[in-house]
């Protein structure tokens, strides 16, 4: 089942600074109107892991194919929560657009993100970091935009 979320809801703004590009928002290059919005569109999934999964988790296919998993650098993310869920639930999947959270502890183990900072798969399910490892695989999956929210990016996987 795929189930289609309301509209977008503003969530921050650019500065005339910061290019339109970084953001997947709404407005052109050089408008007034440049508004950082939480995609309109949002698919979900079943929540086949053995714990809840909340927004902004890295995710993974299940080995099945139906449903989702949280993603470690073990794995290949295939996208972000877009939103919490019990074991069994729906999750809200986003593979593009931004995310915003008042609060990254549970995810990044820090409150706020790192301006800018690009964000890898940890070793640790569900959870993302700034360190790159020295050995194994790394995938990026996104990068933060400001102390709060993170632009979804993610790349293949690559061995280092």
């Not at 977008?8 to 997947?24: E, F, K, N, R």
């Not at 990254?104 to 399910?125: A, C, E, K, Q």
Request: with cysteine; glycine share 10%; aromatic share 4%.
């Amino acid at each position: 089942m795929i189930t289609v979320y309301p509209p977008p809801t503003v969530i921050g703004t650019l500065t005339s600074d910061q290019p339109a590009a970084m953001a997947g928002i709404d407005g052109q290059p050089g408008s007034a109107n440049r508004f950082i919005t939480e995609s309109s569109l949002i698919v979900s999934a079943e929540n086949k892991d053995i714990v809840p999964i909340l927004k902004g988790q890295p995710l993974k296919t299940h080995p099945s194919g139906i449903g989702v998993r949280l993603a470690s650098s073990a794995d290949t993310c295939v996208a972000l929560a877009g939103g919490d869920a019990i074991v069994g639930g729906a999750v809200p999947i986003r593979a593009a657009g931004v995310i915003s959270l008042p609060d990254w502890t549970l995810i990044t183990g820090s409150s706020l993100l790192d301006p800018l900072g690009v964000y890898f798969l940890n070793t640790v399910p569900g959870h993302l970091t700034t360190a790159i490892p020295s050995t194994g695989f790394t995938q990026q999956v996104a990068r933060a935009l400001s102390l709060n929210i993170l632009k979804i990016a993610i790349e293949n996987p690559i061995l280092l």
